[in-house]
């Protein structure tokens, strides 16, 4: 999932897809959620993301929750580390 400023936010069913996709990955692998105000959060266990409706809870490191809905996502990477060389 991404998306530029110039694109409408993403729908609530493309962005609950998404985080799902990610969260339930056989075996689970971490990945990040950038925010479109530049804050990124690394979710390093499928159990610290909840979604429903547009909206995620991720609790990080250290018990600290953060609120995401689908228009304050801007993208959703990874596999950043096991990508192939370019």
């Given amino acids: 999932m991404d998306r530029t400023p ?7 069913e493309t962005f609950d897809e998404t985080l799902r996709a990610f969260k ?23 159990d610290a993301l909840v979604v429903r ?13 953060a609120i995401l809905d689908h228009e304050g996502v801007a993208q959703v990477v990874g ?3 096991n990508r192939p060389p370019e």
Avoid: K, Q, Y
């Fill in 6 to 12: 110039e694109m409408p936010a993403v729908d609530r």
């Fill in 79 to 81: 596999d950043l580390a």
């Fill in 53 to 65: 409706g547009g909206v995620a809870l991720f609790v990080g490191p250290g018990g600290i929750p």
């Fill in 24 to 46: 339930h990955r056989t075996p689970f692998r971490p990945f990040t959620v950038s925010l479109v105000n530049g804050e990124r959060l690394e979710v390093d266990r499928p």
